[in-house]
């Protein structure tokens, strides 16, 4: 879950309040959003993914919060590194074309007629 806002480097673009899907934030009135309501949060990585100035850090353990130290994540490359992961940001590829995920739905779409086929013929009965 969401366990970190980097004041040194958010931009206070809000765009990590837009983002999240369950209103995890609510915006900061020096500009840096506050981490509101952890407890809702989903874990989906939204906000470290479109996040432009790599300032928050998502923990993948999804169910419980944990304690985080920003020098020790930085250090660690772990701030923004979902984004990163993604090819997103300036001076990046994105990785998209590394996902091979469509092509299983491309053999769905393959089979599909063969699966109708098979439900509008179906074998006797022995
Ligand atoms: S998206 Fe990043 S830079 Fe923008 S407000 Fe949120 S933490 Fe700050
Ligand atoms: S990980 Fe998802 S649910 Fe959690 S704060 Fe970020 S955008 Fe919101």
Do not use: N
Request: glycine fraction near 6%; charged fraction near 20%.
């Amino acid at each position: 879950m969401i366990e970190l806002v980097s004041r040194d480097r958010c931009v206070s673009c809000d765009i990590c309040v837009k983002v999240c899907p369950t209103q995890v934030f609510d915006p900061g009135l020096d500009g840096v959003p506050v981490i509101a309501r952890q407890e809702d949060c989903q874990t989906c990585f939204m906000c470290e993914a479109y996040c432009p100035a790599d300032a928050l850090y998502v923990a993948p353990d999804a169910d419980h919060p944990v304690q985080v130290e920003e020098s020790a994540l930085i250090a660690a490359g772990k701030l923004g590194k979902y984004r990163a992961s993604l090819g997103w940001g300036t001076g990046r590829v994105s990785t998209a074309q590394q996902d091979d995920s469509y092509r299983i739905l491309a053999l769905s779409e393959r089979l599909a007629p063969k699966k109708a086929a098979a439900a509008s013929h179906p074998s006797a009965p022995a």
